[in-house]
């Protein structure tokens, strides 16, 4: 949707990939919008709620699939019922942003939080030439990340014209003449829009009501074939949680490959086929403005809390070969335990090269590598993709001379 | 070479990362240029020669390391000899070929061979506004790369005004008055300059005959730790094989990273440290005109040659999420083994995305991963890099299907 909302020409549907009545005609799928899930009843094998035209429904199962992803976290605060305060997550609050956009001829936007989705949309609207403040009550801009690398992306949304306050705790926002007012403890900040984007949360109220165990941060609990703590029903996508391929323990990294991924394992295992899915790494990445943001595994505090003995190292390099022109700085950091010798997690930044770079210490995350194995891999070289020893390799060269201090 | 070559511009001695003086002053290593080794003597830790200036040298050694490298095959044909007719493997053949450019205002160049320097040449000579022809004997183009692959790689180079001339013989180079002539079977081609890339042998003359083991090739046998036969003698670099990580055998696949990494790991190992080296997994990219070209392990038919039941599937996808603009098509092919269900070898052809993934099915073949245990990797997803299924899991997904077969 970032992506959408930053072309104002291009029509918010064109994100839609199967509308629901293909399901009906082409597939025989017999799809049900408007009926909104109030109740599971595993003792019975039953579902009911309320729709909006037809009254009240009772359904039967044989299994049951639960698939009703995250919603954004929306503070309880004055204000946030406000018009033109909008989260981003359905379909439909992409095509009220742009709508509120073009009637209101927005052109200063507050954006709260400073996660994927904040980073994605700050570039976004920028691109249509709206003014951005990004605000957070935390002094730490991007937590998770390697606090070197964490500048150089500060530096590059500074660089395009977004204001970023830290530590600021908004308070209420408030309607004015002109538009809305942010209030915080010691300052506000006036806009036409503020775009919501403190986090997310799994929706699994109807899940726990039924009694079926939870996760991290109240995600469904799911086994490797996506079954719940019920044996006849199924849990995917952005409100069920996971396996970590680091830690071996459950965790809630709620991102696209997964909740796709788990929905087709959801399917076989329904049929009679058994899939297991073996976890996630927590691999992620973003685009911010000419900036490639990619992680996968643990940062260095979530190695120290899941009782790891972790080194770091942050090692910069040319983004091309020695002499090549056009190269730029590239960033990775890489985090290694010191007591079984495993790489642990890896994080890149740079305008070039990290996106898809962050699959390979991924694909070792998997095999369980030592970070002196994941050293001696054999990765491509040319002059205008890298200098002869990836940058990957560097780093891990780096971290095992780090690793034995 | 290539890019230095392609902008007439650049001074060539910018490609020199450390001169050998450097060494002596910087370093106290004893850098003798100028000195051409004739024989080792293993029996009496000798090795002996002539030099330009100084007259013959006999120097005893503790340890030895041979790194001789590559050199160019120049058929022995007539003509190969002439002014013109050129290779392009040390720092003074790129001199030589920037100088005849300049000097002869070379217009038209037929470049024999279709290998990495080929391609990566094709394009450079193309910069500098020359006439390129290519010319092989063979009538497959790229005959490791899946045909499908090599395909899109003709039709670039061809569109980029490169013509390509498969399965034309060269029989001799003659002078003719405005410049060269190449003399094939059935036809003939004018130009002004030759680039002979047809391919290289190790420089294992000198070990050979102090009867050290030879591997493939002819390249000189050496053990993990970069030893050869002799336990007072070490080869390292484009002279010397390499472990397979995929067939576990030994192969020799000279390329700039293996080479690097062995001198470091001789350094160690002559100084009392124990270092072992994997093996390589034959990853290799190079860019031609705007296609970005990579390998990494084994194709089909090396699979068939070393005992594998290999499938194969080649899927096209696009280079960015859907309705994402600015896409291209990505080839991605993938080979896995039915009898044991690991990942063999991957290729993949596109104008972005192909040179930094290829490293991820890089690492799974070091891990010897299954090609389901590939399929199930967390692999990195945002829209301006790719769709959410990461090419290569999807391309995995596929070769699951196929191996079942």
Redesign the interface.
Known sequence: MP??IA?PGRDIN??I?RAAKVFKEKQGIDVRTGYSVESIHISNKTVSGATLERGRFHFPYDKLLIATGAAPIIPELPGFDLPGVLALKLLEDGRKMKQFIQEHKVGKTVILGMGYIAM?MCEALKATGIDVKMIKPRTTFIPWMNQDLAAVVKQEIEGNGVRVHLGQNVRRIEKTDKGLKVVCTDTAFDCEMVLVAVGIRPRSEAAEAAGLALGPEKSISVDKTLLTSNDDVYAAGDCADAYH?VTGQKTWIP????A??AGWAVADNVMGARTE???????????VFGL?V?R?GLSMREAEKFGFEPSEVVIQTRSRA????GASTLYVQMVGDRKSGRLLGAQMVGRE?A??????????L??A?TVE??S???????????P???P??TAANQLLKEMKL
Not at 277 to 287: I, P, R, S, W
Not at 355 to 364: K, L, M
Request: aromatic share 10%; no cysteine.
């Open positions: 992506y959408n072309d064109d994100l990939v994605e391929v991102l696209a490959l997964r796709n991924r899915l073996q976890g996630v790494a927590g691999t992620a990445v973003y685009k490639q990619a996968t020695h002499a090549h022109p090269g996106a898809h770079r962050i699959n390979a210490p991924a694909v070792a998997h095999a590598m194995e994941f001696q891999t054999d990765l491509a070289y040319a002059p205008p993709f890298g002869s020893w990836d990957m390799l």
